[in-house]
């Protein structure tokens, strides 16, 4: 199988400075600071559920709004999961999981195809979680979704909670991707497709 390894980035603009690093073989330890203490929380929920070990230190310009860092560190993420992967060779590619959060149920689906996707199909039932627009959200996932290559289709099914119904999501997302990045041993080092790259 195609050796998934640990990365770093680093991105430094007018707006953010941020160190990501990212271990897809992890052990769920997580290390977030992002000035954003809702988006450091669903972080550590991902790195948690996915069993992936995950650092991010970030600065960014909150006085502004928190878009800026939001989108960033999704960018980051997004290159150091396509880094980690590879060629995704020997790998599952595919994973979903349905994730109940109290009275919220999240549906998330991914395939690990080097073709860029989001559905995004979530209507939350506040527009703020604390100072934390929701619509950033979507924004986060769509900056994760172009550099990481993945076709990401996110669906929460119903809830009352926004908290509940963002947490649901954070956690599915985390479990299709460990199941994505599984490996299929009757692959061996071969890319599960008929193309026979990605």
């Not at 230190?57 to 960033?72: C, I, K, P, R, Y």
């Not at 690990?112 to 986060?140: H, K, M, Q, T, W």
């Not at 990401?152 to 908290?163: A, C, D, F, P, S």
Request: one cysteine or more; charged letters at 20%.
């Amino acid at each position: 199988m195609n050796e998934i390894r640990p990365i770093q980035i680093s991105r430094s603009t007018a707006e953010t400075r941020i160190q990501l690093e990212l271990n897809l073989l992890g052990e769920g330890k997580a290390d977030i600071k992002t000035g954003i203490g809702f988006l450091d929380h669903m972080l550590t929920l991902w790195a948690v559920h996915g069993l992936f070990d995950l650092s991010i230190q970030a600065v960014g310009d909150l006085h502004v709004d928190f878009h800026h860092t939001v989108e960033d560190i999704g960018i980051c993420l997004g290159q150091a999961f396509r880094k980690a992967v590879g060629t995704a060779a020997g790998m599952r590619r595919y994973g979903h999981f349905s994730l109940p959060m109290d009275e919220a149920l999240a549906h998330v689906y991914v395939d690990v195809s080097n073709r860029p996707y989001l559905v995004f199909n979530c209507a939350f039932s506040v527009n703020r979680i604390g100072e934390f627009d929701v619509e950033l959200i979507e924004e986060f996932l769509r900056a994760f979704v172009l550099h990481s290559g993945l076709t990401l289709h996110v669906q929460v099914e119903y809830g009352k909670n926004g908290h509940h119904m963002v947490e649901a999501v954070f956690k599915a997302m985390a479990r299709a991707l460990s199941l994505a990045v599984s490996p299929e041993p009757r692959l061996q080092n071969r890319v599960f497709s008929s193309k026979g790259v990605l």
